[in-house]
């Protein structure tokens, strides 16, 4: 088992930048893939980026990539998002999750996940 917790949302203004972080406790982030998720209210969740197991191969969704960049923490067992260039379509809750084993680009983009954090709010204004 892994308990995920999200933090750094909050509010910011449309071309500014944002980190995101995903902690983790019960089992080290080197040993699962890891991803970050957002959604909007009456959508569905959609896929941001993702990163393989021991720092491995890293996937963006076309409307972030550029100007988002998931990173490994391992001296904190986390995993970050450094979100640049925000757009106020950016706009949304912004969850973490985890998976044991390696996931490829469709696994992420179809939410594949065993493990999920409860979510940060993420803000962009015009």
């Known amino acids: 088992q892994v308990q995920l917790v999200e933090s750094g949302g909050g509010l910011v203004q449309a071309g500014g930048s944002l980190r995101l972080s995903c902690a983790a406790s019960?089992?080290?982030?080197?040993?699962?893939?890891m991803g970050w998720y957002r959604q909007v209210s009456g959508k569905d969740r959609e896929f941001v980026a993702g990163?393989?197991?021991?720092?491995?191969?890293?996937y963006y969704s076309d409307s972030v990539k550029g100007r988002f960049t998931i990173s490994r923490e391992n001296t904190k067992n986390a995993v970050s998002l450094q979100m640049n260039s925000l757009k106020p379509e950016d706009t949304a809750l912004y969850y973490c999750?985890?998976?044991?084993?390696?996931?490829?680009?469709?696994?992420?983009?179809?939410?594949?996940?065993?493990?999920w954090g409860k979510g940060t709010l993420v803000t962009v204004s015009t």
């Open positions: 019960g089992r080290t982030v080197v040993n699962y893939a």
């Open positions: 990163i393989n197991r021991s720092g491995g191969a890293t």
């Open positions: 999750a985890a998976n044991l084993i390696h996931r490829t680009v469709i696994d992420f983009q179809n939410a594949a996940m065993d493990y």
